[in-house]
């Protein structure tokens, strides 16, 4: 994570001085509008971000060691499943980009969020097999992929293009929350918990982060209609 961390610092870093502003805010206008968490829809997409950027870094983080302890595979099987599963999420990315107009960005964010759940809670927390993995890391994948694509299109098709600056501000601190609840809770687990052989309760909390997440999503497309057909 250290390095992760630190090649990402760089990157950003390098690359700062020749941003600039193409549109130049009001002054009137908010960097971070905090008035957006008294609106019920937006602290319920806000809570179901915050579970779904947890979800993402897990299985990502899990699944090689996970092979080779659970599944006796080698330690290149295992960064093998990851190389899939991110391409997997690329694929998840492009379909959930075509389908959005047609679908409605949040309805394809409750879909791909029910995907995340059956690939984790149905699939992953019952079985060990290296069938089941790969139908995981498919799944998984696929899912994750589209969930991260279409969070920014939902809070400009909800909350309207003219607020979307500030939003984007608070969406960042819901990836900063969520990245603390997803990998640092895992590996504590798997430590203190499975001590390092014993993936179940490592599982079991991945798999609930999604289930979370898909709960606030519907209670939020429920307070904006509650026509299971319309697009939204």
């Not at 019920?40 to 993402?56: D, E, G, H, K, P």
């Not at 003219?162 to 590996?187: D, E, W």
């Not at 052989?197 to 209670?219: G, K, N, Q, R």
Request: glycine letters at 8%; proline letters at 5%.
């Amino acid at each position: 994570m250290r390095v992760t961390g630190i090649v990402s610092m760089t990157a950003v870093l390098a690359v700062s001085p020749w941003m600039r502003v193409r549109l130049v805010p009001s002054k009137s206008e908010r960097i971070i509008d905090w008035r957006l968490l008294k609106d019920l829809r937006f602290s319920m997409f806000f809570a179901a971000l915050v579970f779904a950027i947890a979800t993402y870094f897990g299985p990502f983080y899990q699944i090689p060691s996970y092979s080779v302890v659970v599944l006796h595979k080698s330690e290149s099987w295992g960064s093998n499943m990851d190389t899939l599963m991110n391409g997997l999420s690329v694929l998840g990315r492009l379909v959930v980009g075509f389908m959005a107009d047609t679908i409605g960005p949040l309805n394809l964010l409750i879909v791909n969020t029910v995907l995340a759940v059956i690939s984790l809670l149905v699939l992953w927390v019952p079985f060990e097999s290296v069938g089941t993995l790969f139908a995981v890391d498919i799944l998984f994948g696929f899912s994750i992929g589209g969930i991260v694509s279409v969070i920014p299109v939902v809070a400009a098709e909800v909350f309207g293009l003219a607020r979307l600056p500030s939003i984007i501000g608070l969406l960042f601190i819901g990836y900063f929350i969520g990245g603390l609840l997803g990998v640092p809770p895992m590996s504590a687990l798997l430590d203190n918990v499975g001590h390092r052989t014993d993936y179940t309760s490592s599982i079991w909390y991945m798999a609930m982060l999604p289930v979370c997440s898909l709960l606030f999503l519907v209670v939020m497309r429920l307070l904006i209609t509650r026509k299971p057909l319309v697009r939204v």
